[in-house]
């Protein structure tokens, strides 16, 4: 996998996030998956189309994704994961992925992203590609956050 479509997935979440109110953002660890995915909680899945194909998934336990809906909405408190909650992340996946597509466009990279998909449950397993998965775990604030990518 080539480390020039990793590195605008990176950029954007150390743009998009403070944009949103999280001060500090970190680099966890870097890994990789055999073909799937398997969280427990949310995932929002976004698909690549364009000069690179492939998929991006966003992966947090239930309790950073409570965290970062009540986050993006003003901080409102988050007892139950609704609508207007999985719309928040839904949104934040949008915005990520959006905002990396700007910076590969920057590069004469030219791509386009599909509406976001948003899973939720317990060992919700997800193939997101043909070949291996690099994941990206970054934090926002100490909320972790996995950005897993699959290229075909």
Do not use: R, W
Not at 6 to 19: A, D, K
Not at 57 to 67: G, I, P, V
Not at 108 to 132: A, C, Y
């Amino acid at each position: 996998m080539d480390v020039n479509n990793i590195n605008p997935f990176m950029e954007s979440f150390n743009l998009v996030m403070p944009q949103l109110g999280f001060s500090n953002i970190k680099k966890g660890n870097l890994s990789v998956k055999d073909k799937e995915i398997t969280n427990t909680g949310v995932i929002m899945l976004v698909g690549i189309v364009g000069d690179i194909k492939g998929n991006v998934a966003y992966s947090l336990d239930m309790d950073s994704a409570k965290k970062v809906a009540s986050k993006m909405m003003m901080d409102m408190p988050v007892e139950e994961f609704g609508e207007m909650e999985k719309s928040a992340l839904a949104e934040l996946s949008n915005m990520l992925t959006a905002s990396a597509v700007t910076i590969f466009s920057s590069s004469e990279v030219f791509i386009d992203i599909s509406t976001p998909t948003l899973l939720q449950g317990d060992n919700v397993s997800l193939k997101i590609g043909s070949g291996k998965i690099l994941c990206i775990q970054l934090f926002a604030d100490d909320i972790p956050i996995d950005i897993n990518i699959s290229f075909d």
